[in-house]
Nanobody
């Protein structure tokens, strides 16, 4: 059974930092591109960052570029999202997702095969 379990969310002041983790099990992790998505209340789920299964490329939404960094440790079956200079607009539930052997990093949620349960990030202004 495939499981993606996010952790590291919480309450932080604007300008602060958080690091999210997503531990994967039940799948050949190194064969999956990993993405971080977020969903704010009343809004659609949106792509934030992605990392290729080979770990040789990453891609970011314009809204987080320069502030967020995605990385992965295939030995630990874990993907991370380092979030710096957080803004109130970053408040959302953050989800990690896995996409099997894509040619490129996908930004549409429908492209991803597996999802975690999400972790809440709240940025206070």
């Amino acid at each position: 059974q495939v499981q993606l379990v996010e952790s590291g969310g919480g309450l932080v002041q604007a300008g602060g930092s958080l690091k999210l983790s997503c531990a994967a099990s039940g799948l050949p992790f190194s064969s999956y591109a990993m993405g971080w998505f977020r969903q704010a209340p009343g809004k659609e789920r949106e792509f934030a960052a992605g990392i290729h299964w080979s770990a040789d490329s990453t891609y970011y939404a314009d809204s987080v570029k320069g502030r967020f960094t995605i990385s992965r440790d295939n030995a630990k079956n874990t993907v991370y999202l380092q979030m710096n200079s957080l803004k109130s607009l970053d408040t959302a539930v953050y989800y990690c997702a896995a996409d099997y052997l894509p040619w490129t990093i996908q930004t549409k949620p429908s492209s991803y095969n597996y999802w975690g349960q999400g972790t809440q990030v709240t940025v206070s202004s």
